[in-house]
């Protein structure tokens, strides 16, 4: 049965799926350190301090710290700074500061990024077709204010609206994002939205507990994409293979319909 003749909104993960990493993170923590005449600090370690500390700034005060109401800046300085003590690095105030504003000012621009080069064309296409877009991501205030658009992903063009764990309070896999997804697309019902994602956990399992349709992009060929097809899950190499399906797909309608 054909998922087409009631879809209305496609929601859409960020990193991963419409984004991606640049480089490595020890690339950004050195060009910082650099720039203010210290060495470069070792990756690997930099790559686990950093892993931890995220992980626990994250437990500690989820979702950039939104119900503790702690500045974005702040909540990254701590993180960042944890990071470095954890891999063996104690700056002076003054000169971690220094080293922080580097790597904040790195991170909050496209700097680290690359758009995947079907996103654009991709999401103009469901817009095109008359279908609410929005995006549904783990990510701070400045995904949608300033990454985003510096990488030519903008609201109006590309997307219509975005659900952004550091701005609503929720985060994947919490269902209640989806939900949010839900109420800003025009409180439309879930059977008639497909969220796209590259993760079984937070995109969906979520998505399909609150109802929505959901297919899952293998864009790296992960090894677990085959225990996800055995979940009964619909797993895609890239967007323009769920342009595809989703013509195939009104193909198919349409011929029903006759």
């Not at 003054?94 to 064309?121: C, H, L, W």
Request: one cysteine or more; hydrophobic letters at 40%.
């Amino acid at each position: 049965m054909s998922i087409l003749p009631k879809l209305r909104c496609i929601t859409v993960d960020v990193t991963g799926t419409l984004i991606a990493y640049k480089g490595q993170l020890g690339d950004y923590y050195c060009m910082a350190a650099k720039a203010v005449g210290l060495p470069c600090p070792d990756y690997k370690r930099m790559h686990e301090g950093f892993k931890a500390a995220y992980t626990d700034m994250a437990k500690k005060y989820p979702c950039f710290g939104y119900a503790a109401k702690i500045p974005n800046v702040d909540w990254w300085r701590s993180c960042v700074k944890d990071s470095f003590i954890r891999a063996g690095y104690e700056y002076d105030e003054e000169t971690f500061e220094k080293v922080f504003r580097r790597i904040y000012s790195a991170f909050g621009s496209s700097a680290p990024y690359s758009v995947f080069p079907d996103s654009q064309p991709f999401l103009r296409w469901a817009r095109q077709k008359g279908l609410i877009v929005g995006l549904v991501s783990n990510a701070e205030y400045r995904y949608q204010d300033v990454i985003l658009p510096a990488l030519g992903l903008n609201q109006g063009s590309e997307w219509d609206f975005g659900v952004f764990s550091g701005l609503v309070g929720v985060e994947k896999p919490d269902p209640r994002i989806y939900e949010i997804a839900l109420e800003k697309a025009g409180n439309i019902a879930p059977e008639e939205v497909l969220h796209i994602g590259d993760s079984m956990r937070k995109d969906y399992i979520p998505a399909r507990s609150v109802g929505m349709h959901a297919l899952l992009l293998d864009r790296f060929k992960t090894p677990d994409a085959k225990s996800w097809r055995q979940s009964g899950a619909l797993v895609l190499p890239d967007l323009m293979a769920v342009r595809d399906w989703l013509t195939k797909e009104e193909v198919l309608a349409a011929d029903q319909q006759a």
